[in-house]
C-alpha cells in the first residue's frame, strides 16, 4: 500500500484529454514539490513532469501538471496511443529522508 | 550524452549476498546524487536507497536498511549497491538514476535512469 495514492488505472481515446491524480498528506505532497514518471511496457522509467508543473527539455507540451494542497495531477491532452504505459507519482519526504513512490497508474488509450 | 549501465544481477539463494553496480558516463559524476529504484516483476516502482554526490550520507527504505548499503566511487564513476540477506521478496529490476541538480538536490526529480538489472532470490 502505497502513501501516495493514484487511481490504478485510467484510459482514453485518441485525441482526448485524461487526467491522473496523486494523493498525498501534509508530510509529503503537502511540503514538497511532486514528479511524474513515465514507464512504457519494458522499459525504464522516464521524468515527464517536475517541481508539480515543469516539462524536461523534449516532453510534449501536451503533458502537464498542478499541484494543490496534499494532491496533484497529471494532464495528458491529444492523448495519443505511444502515451499508453505507466505513470508515478513521486515526491520526497523531508523528515523521513525517503523518495515516496505513488502505487502506479496503469494508462490505456482505447 | 548521459549514460547509467546497471550490472551484477542475476539468480542467487535467499540469505545470500550480491553486489550491483551501475556505470555512468557523460556527466561529471563526483557532483550528483544518486539513487536505486527497483521494481519487482508486474508491480511498481519502489525507492530503495540514495547518496550523496559527496558520499556523505546515505538514506535507505525501511525494507532494505540493514541489510543493503548504496556506495559510490568517485573516482571510477561507478554507483554500487552491496544487498546482503537476500529475500524473496529482494526480486526485483534495480534501476540506477541520476538527481537533476548538482550538488544537493532532495526533490526526486531523477533525470536520467538505467536500463535495469534483474536481481532474482529464488532456491
Known amino acids: 500500500q502505497s502513501v501516495l495514492t493514484q487511481p490504478p488505472s485510467a484510459s482514453g481515446t485518441p485525441g482526448q484529454r485524461v487526467t491522473i491524480s496523486c494523493s498525498g498528506s501534509?508530510?509529503?505532497?503537502?511540503?514538497?514539490?511532486v514528479n511524474w514518471y513515465q514507464q512504457l511496457p519494458g522499459t525504464a522509467p522516464k521524468l515527464v513532469i517536475y517541481?508539480?508543473?515543469q516539462r524536461p527539455s523534449g516532453v510534449p507540451d501536451r503533458f502537464s501538471g498542478s499541484k494543490s494542497g496534499t494532491s496533484a495531477s497529471l494532464a495528458i491532452s491529444g492523448l495519443q496511443s505511444e502515451d499508453e504505459g505507466d505513470y508515478y507519482c513521486a515526491t520526497w519526504h523531508d523528515s523521513l529522508n525517503v523518495l515516496l513512490f505513488g502505487g502506479g497508474t496503469k494508462l490505456t488509450v482505447l | 550524452q548521459v549514460q547509467l549501465v546497471e550490472s551484477g544481477g542475476g539468480v542467487v539463494q535467499p540469505g545470500r549476498s550480491l553486489r550491483l553496480s551501475c556505470a555512468a558516463s557523460?556527466?561529471?559524476?563526483?557532483?550528483?546524487?544518486m539513487h536505486w529504484v527497483r521494481q519487482a516483476p508486474g508491480k511498481g516502482l519502489e525507492w530503495v536507497a540514495v547518496?550523496?554526490?559527496?558520499?556523505?550520507?546515505?538514506y535507505y527504505a525501511d525494507s532494505v536498511k540493514g541489510r543493503f548499503t548504496i556506495s559510490r566511487d568517485n573516482s571510477k564513476n561507478t554507483l554500487y549497491l552491496q544487498m546482503n540477506s537476500l529475500r524473496a521478496e529482494d526480486t526485483a529490476v534495480y534501476y540506477c538514476?541520476?538527481?537533476?541538480?548538482?550538488?544537493?538536490?532532495?526533490?526526486?526529480?531523477?533525470?536520467?535512469w538505467g536500463q535495469g538489472t534483474l536481481v532474482t532470490v529464488s532456491s
Open positions: 538514476a541520476k538527481v537533476a541538480l548538482i550538488y544537493y538536490d532532495n526533490s526526486g526529480r531523477l533525470d536520467y
Open positions: 517541481y508539480n508543473n
Open positions: 501534509s508530510s509529503n505532497i503537502g511540503s514538497n514539490t
Open positions: 547518496i550523496s554526490y559527496d558520499g556523505n550520507y546515505e
Open positions: 557523460g556527466f561529471t559524476f563526483s557532483s550528483y546524487g
